[in-house]
Structures are given as structure tokens and as C-alpha cells.
């Protein structure tokens, strides 16, 4: 997720590893706001952080932003469940889609082809497992696909206005899409989310752990980006 601002690095470890590492340092269980759909997620930051820390020295890993449902994401997804005629037969592009939440929301919801898009190779592991503890069939894409043009109907972008420059890069990019392509952002109120060219769809009081967030709960709103 926040890779994009940086190069990505070669992971050496091989898929069976990957996997083995989301087994032993996750559990099944439902986001609060979207509890139809399962994940393998970390119910304890700091031991999966530092696990995978270790492993970021050693095998060029990224830090486990794929382990957790971050607020834009549940938010987005809950929306795409409420709302499936926004998505039903059409081709959606999560991007920055870390454990896969909204990609599978949408396939859930009847996409007629749901990719999700992230870097890191654990994230695409993780895609993949949590896809198939839900019966949902989805395609991973695993490329920067920043700046380049896209042909799915449909762009999802979850909790991705954190840091300043990748912010200033995404939004760039969005704003171009959405001439042609309808966007669709979730934003918990971080500090580089966009005030203005914005329509408003709905608003969610998403729970949160006091261990990620600074707050217990986290206001977040689903907007459809404008060019």
C-alpha cells in the first residue's frame, strides 16, 4: 500500500513460504463492519509487525499492511455489498488492494471481473487465500499500474491518502481516470485526503483497534471521485 511511493523489491521467498507465514501468524475472522466475508488477519499487531520486520531484513518483505482491515477498506466494502447494482456485471480494479477485502466484496456483489492490485507479494498471497475462504473468484494483478491507463469500468482506491506524496501521485492519477471511469474512494479523514471534487455516497462509523488507530472509532466516507 504505501509502496507506491517507493521501488519495489524482489521477495525471494517462494508462494508455499508465503502462505506458510499468513497461516502461523494470522487467524480466520470477519471485519467488524463486514462480517460476511472471512480474512486471515493478525489480532495482534505488534507480534506479526516485528515478525515480519525480521523478515523484512532478511528477504526484502514490506511491512503487513495486508494482515489488517484497515477502515477504508471495510467502508468500501460494505458499500459495494449494500450498493451491488454499482458493481453487478461490470469489471472493478481495487487498487492498493492489500488483504483483498474490496476485491472480493465486489466479486461477492457480482462483478463480472474483480482484480485486485498490490505489490507486495504477501499481499497477493493473502488475496489469494482470503478469495478462496469466501468462494469468490477474483484475479490478482501485481504490477504498478500507477499512471497507466485502465479498462475496468470501475476503480476502487481503499485508505490510501496517508503519506503526502503517494497521496499527491495517486489522486493525480484518479482524477484523470475518472473522465472515463467511474472512481470510487473510502477515506477514513486522513491527513491527505482530497476536500474538493468530491460527490458524497454514504458514511460509516467504522470500529477500530486502538492499536492501529488513535481512536476507538473511525468515521469513514465512500465518495465518487470527479475528474
Known amino acids: 500500500m504505501r509502496i507506491y511511493c517507493r521501488s519495489f523489491l524482489v521477495v525471494t521467498l517462494t508462494e508455499e513460504q508465503r502462505q506458510k507465514f499468513i497461516h502461523q501468524h494470522t487467524v480466520i475472522a470477519s471485519p467488524t463492519l463486514v462480517p460476511e466475508i472471512k480474512l486471515h488477519l493478525a489480532t495482534e499487531v505488534t507480534p506479526l509487525w516485528q515478525a515480519n520486520e525480521t523478515l523484512l531484513q532478511a528477504k526484502n518483505l514490506d511491512p503487513p499492511y495486508w494482515a489488517f482491515a484497515w477502515p477504508g477498506g471495510q467502508a468500501m466494502a460494505r458499500y459495494v455489498l449494500d450498493h ?126 486502538l492499536e492501529l488507530e488513535d481512536r476507538s472509532m473511525r468515521p469513514t466516507t465512500v465518495w465518487q471521485l470527479l475528474a
Open 84 to 209: 451491488r447494482e454499482t458493481v453487478r456485471g461490470k469489471s472493478v480494479f481495487d487498487f492498493g488492494a492489500g488483504s483483498g477485502l474490496g476485491t472480493i466484496a465486489a466479486a461477492l456483489a457480482g462483478a463480472a471481473i474483480s482484480t485486485g492490485n498490490d505489490l507486495d507479494l504477501l499481499a497477493g498471497t493473502a488475496m489469494a487465500m482470503n478469495a478462496k475462504l469466501n468462494n469468490a473468484t477474483i484475479l490478482l494483478d501485481q504490477q504498478n499500474r500507477l499512471n497507466q491507463t485502465m479498462e475496468a469500468d470501475i476503480i476502487l482506491v481503499g485508505d490510501m491518502c496517508y503519506e503526502r506524496g503517494a497521496a499527491e501521485m495517486i489522486l493525480k492519477w484518479l482524477r484523470r481516470l475518472a473522465r472515463d471511469h467511474y472512481v470510487l474512494l473510502a477515506d477514513p479523514g486522513r491527513k491527505y485526503a482530497p476536500t474538493d471534487g468530491l460527490t458524497e455516497l454514504t458514511r460509516y462509523d467504522v470500529p477500530t483497534s
